[in-house]
């Protein structure tokens, strides 16, 4: 194997070889890579002879999925060469993880039906063998039998007991310089052909200056998350893409009464979407409900948030890009009780405490806070000063269907933190025309994360047009996808390595 054009090779924890030795003196050079330090040293270190047939993967990305893989390929095939190409800083957002923490996977998702209906895109195909072959569980394990100690928390993430994305990052990097794996920073890989006996040639360029280098790889692993490189990538080699879209994201609400419960949060609510001006594949424009969700939601002075909302964007997310992000969102503050029982527990309340101010009375079963009943009343047009005595049976009904059917505006789209998650990419499966009738062809193997258009090509990550709720199921994706994929590859590599031996 031989890199062309001489260049510095980062590597995890961190050295890497590279063609750009010095032939006088048999020595190449390292960038060293200290992950408690974060500093970088360059030093010369003696080359050995390589075998003309030492084989070589290529990860593009170098995020979870990609470090993940290169790791898995290079424990199952210690021979193997393996180059990742990382455009930025590897592991970027693990770092900013659950807000600097790093969530892991998600600990309370042992069925496999139930984990997998946490992916708007790719449910239908997670319900096979994807999960099994590697699940939370798994990656749990991978990671305390590698030194972090983790914790589950009430609602099911996983974090490092550290509280720390960095015991997850060093973890990585130090475990991936154990095996040897190499990185090379701020380079993209621009372009991938296949050529003479089936290898991939890939275009590399810096990003800060004018340089190209061609490098020629026996597998090819693209985990490059929603990047435009990875999906050009895809696309050179015979796959179609799916346009990106945002998927985990907040709600703006037009409604001046709301922003001054910025804080407010409810334990537990019941959403829905509503949405006009929806195309759906047909020449006139519909109407789209999005499936309900029940979970924890959070008012700020923008709008509305929480794992609910951020629920609802991801299943709507392809609808809600269709509508400009605009709709109504239906909320029922009271999800565990049927109409008909809160206008009795209302009444009820009025009777007893008929000379009590209804600004300052509501009943405790509903769970709302003060500041909230205050919303409830004002939109009721209750003035403060009003008594339950005086409160009409109509007045009643309509509080009742307040809040369980309270409507807000939705006009646009807020950020979730700094994560970035998107629905879009590479599709696991494609429909196709059969006759009369469409059935789904999947395009990428589950059982390998392989192509089933360019053999020894792989996918991971988000770079696929998968994509989970919010709560540690991203990265689980990730784990997962570039344990399967680096399964396949290093064992084929494996075999590779052994028929050499043999001849």
Request: glycine fraction near 10%; aromatic fraction near 8%; charge should be positive.
């Amino acid at each position: 194997m031989s890199f062309h054009l001489a260049r510095f090779s980062l590597q995890f924890g961190i050295s890497s070889r590279t063609a750009g030795t010095n032939s006088s003196n048999g020595y190449y050079y390292h960038l060293l890579f200290n992950p408690n330090k974060r500093k970088f040293t360059a030093t010369a270190i003696p080359t050995a002879q390589k075998s003309s047939k030492e084989e070589l993967l290529v990860v593009v990305g170098g995020g979870a999925a990609g470090v993940y893989g290169a790791i898995r390929a290079k424990t199952l095939a210690p021979n193997l060469d393996v180059l990742v190409i990382e455009k930025g800083m590897p592991l970027s957002k693990v770092k900013i993880s659950g807000g600097g923490r790093c969530n892991v996977t998600n600990g309370h998702c042992s069925d496999i039906k139930i984990l997998a209906e946490q992916y708007p895109r790719g449910h239908r195909e997670f319900k096979g063998s994807f999960f099994k072959m590697h699940g939370p569980a798994d990656t749990m394990s991978w990671f305390t039998d590698h030194g972090v100690a983790l914790k589950i928390e009430e609602d099911g993430r996983v974090f490092p007991t550290s509280n720390s994305s960095s015991s997850v990052i060093d973890c990585l990097l130090s475990e991936a310089k154990h095996r040897g794996v190499s990185l090379q920073t701020k380079k993209v890989v621009s372009s991938a052909s296949v050529g003479a006996g089936g290898k991939f040639l890939l275009k590399l360029e810096k990003r800060t200056v004018s340089f190209v280098e061609t490098v020629k790889a026996d597998y090819l692993l693209i985990a490059s998350g929603s990047s435009q490189q990875g999906h050009s990538l895809a696309a050179q080699l015979g796959h179609s893409i799916v346009d990106p879209v945002p998927s985990l994201f907040t709600f703006k609400i037009a409604d001046s009464g709301l922003a001054e419960l910025s804080g407010v949060t409810f334990s537990k609510v019941e959403v829905k979407l509503k949405l006009e001006n929806i195309l759906r594949n047909t020449p006139h424009l519909t109407q789209a409900y999005i499936k309900f969700q029940v979970g924890p939601m959070l008012v700020t002075h923008w709008g509305l948030s929480g794992p609910v909302i951020l629920r609802l964007s991801a299943w709507g997310a392809r609808d809600l890009f269709s509508s400009g992000y605009k709709g109504t969102l239906i909320v029922d503050f009271v999800p565990d009780l049927h109409i008909e029982d809160m206008k009795s527990i209302l009444n009820q309340h009025k009777h007893k405490y008929a000379k009590q101010k209804a600004l300052n009375s509501w009943p405790s079963g509903f769970s709302l806070t003060k500041r909230f009943w205050k919303y409830i009343v004002d939109q009721e047009g209750l003035i403060g000063d009003t008594l339950w005595a005086s409160i009409s049976n109509n007045s009643i009904v309509s509080i009742a269907h307040l809040l369980k059917h309270c409507a807000f505006e939705v006009t646009g789209k807020g950020q979730y933190k700094d994560e970035f998650v998107t629905a879009g990419g590479v599709p696991l499966s494609e429909v196709l025309s059969l006759s009369l009738s469409l059935s789904l062809s999947l395009q990428i193997s589950l059982n390998t994360m392989e192509s089933k258009k360019c053999a020894r090509l792989f996918f991971a990550g988000e770079v696929l047009n998968v994509d989970g709720v919010t709560g540690g199921f991203n990265f689980q994706n990730a784990w997962s996808g570039g344990y399967i994929a680096g399964t396949r590859i290093g064992a084929l590599a494996a075999e590779a390595s052994l028929e050499e031996g043999i001849l």
